[in-house]
């Protein structure tokens, strides 16, 4: 299928401003691609977007240049490019670095958000209860990109912005996960439902357990999905890194209760 085809249903990125024409081209290039419309492997002309996008080819050539450098293109000869395949050392150290910086972001927003915010993360969890149950992927990716930002939205707006951005890039694995599980979103309700009632509390080593945990399971089923058997390194670390109280914690209990278990033994 031509690029054409493939953008027939989608607009021309908006250019609001002549200035940043590089900058939205490539983020309406980076948002094809990480939602799977652009899907691995196509080839990108940059005659023919000039001609679709209704631009020049210098905010391409731009836009190419910095989607070579996040790794979402290589750059092959006569100005063109191929959308990268999925990779699942990629995928691992995304979701590793997800669960680095989200487990941080639920730690110091735990306990901090106002009623608004709350409010807004309950509807936001509605929406995406619906969108789930109604099958509506590109939905429900909207509302839960926007249900994680309120979760980590005291870490501030700079960490805030590396944190969507390692979002994104993790939505494409993602939507190809979810394209033969419908269902997948919706079931896990229950875990975002847990995670609000977490940052809404006071333990912040709570919320940053159950957001690896969360993170934790979805990175493990994709990378599962795409490469049964590989070996999820840098989920693994960040979850000890991020949930180590937690895990000390019930260590500490299992111990306690192996030990109150021998003392009845031999009483």
């Not at 899907?39 to 020049?56: C, I, N, Y």
């Not at 919706?186 to 006071?202: D, M, N």
Request: net charge neutral; glycine share 6%; charged share 20%.
């Amino acid at each position: 299928m031509s690029v054409a085809d493939l953008l027939i249903d989608n607009p021309r990125p908006a250019i609001s401003d002549p200035r940043q024409t590089s900058v939205q081209v490539h983020q309406h290039l980076r948002h094809l691609i990480t939602t799977g419309t652009l899907p691995p492997g196509t080839e990108l002309k940059q005659a023919e977007l000039a001609r679709l996008f209704r631009v020049s080819r210098t905010p391409l050539r731009e836009a190419f240049r910095m989607l070579q450098e996040e790794g979402l293109i290589v750059a092959e000869p006569n100005q063109r490019g191929r959308v990268t395949e999925l990779d699942v050392n990629e995928l691992d150290q995304i979701y590793g670095s997800r669960i680095a910086l989200e487990g941080f972001g639920v730690r110091l927003t735990t306990g901090r958000l106002t009623a608004e915010e709350a409010d807004d993360a309950r509807a936001t969890l509605a929406r995406m209860l619906s969108a789930g149950q109604a099958h509506d992927l590109p939905a429900w990716n909207r509302a839960h990109q926007h249900f994680h930002e309120v979760l980590v939205s005291r870490v501030g707006a700079r960490a805030c912005r590396t944190i969507v951005s390692f979002t994104e890039l993790s939505e494409r694995y993602l939507n190809a996960y979810h394209s033969s599980r419908p269902e997948a979103p919706a079931g896990r309700h229950r875990e975002h439902q847990q995670l609000l009632a977490a940052v809404l509390g006071t333990d912040g080593a709570e919320s940053a357990f159950l957001l690896a945990r969360h993170l934790e399971v979805t990175a493990i089923s994709v990378l599962a999905d795409i490469a049964p058997g590989s070996d999820a390194i840098a989920v693994r670390h960040a979850v000890q890194l991020v949930a180590a109280p937690k895990l000390a914690e019930a260590a500490q209990r299992r111990s306690g209760a192996g030990t109150g278990r021998a003392h009845l033994a031999t009483s």
